[in-house]
């Protein structure tokens, strides 16, 4: 079982920009693609982004975050990357990354994913 490990939440003001980050443990980190997911106070987890496997040369975001977030990886760190834009108090959650059960292209729902860090807080404040 994989373990992740989310970082570089805080509270930042409306237009300022954060990165996190998400630490995979194992050796086959490269073999799966990974997603980023966000869940708002009240509301349901929701996907942001997903980056392919290997090179990560696909990505997919939600249209809430395009042109503002980027997904990035790097396999020799076991790494992947979510840096944030132009942040909106909108974007305001706790953020998680997530490992797909299978070895999918660009998994985007809630369900194929099995794997979840503990999540990092991200505030915008307006």
């Known amino acids: 079982q994989v373990q992740l490990v989310e970082s570089g939440g805080g509270l930042v003001q409306a237009g300022g920009s954060l990165r996190l980050s998400c630490a995979a443990s194992?050796?086959?980190?490269?073999?799966?693609?990974m997603g980023w997911f966000r869940q708002a106070p009240g509301k349901e987890r929701e996907f942001v982004a997903a980056i392919s496997w290997s090179s990560g040369s696909m990505t997919y975001y939600a249209n809430s975050v395009k042109d503002r977030f980027t997904i990035s990886r790097v396999n020799a760190n076991n790494t992947v990357y979510l840096q944030m834009n132009s942040l909106k108090p909108e974007d305001t959650a706790v953020y998680y990354c997530?490992?797909?059960?299978?070895?999918?292209?660009?998994?985007?729902?809630?369900?194929?994913?099995?794997?979840w860090g503990q999540g990092t807080q991200v505030t915008v404040s307006s």
């Open positions: 997530g490992r797909p059960a299978r070895q999918v292209v660009l998994p985007t729902t809630l369900g194929e994913y099995d794997s």
């Open positions: 194992g050796r086959t980190f490269s073999s799966y693609a």
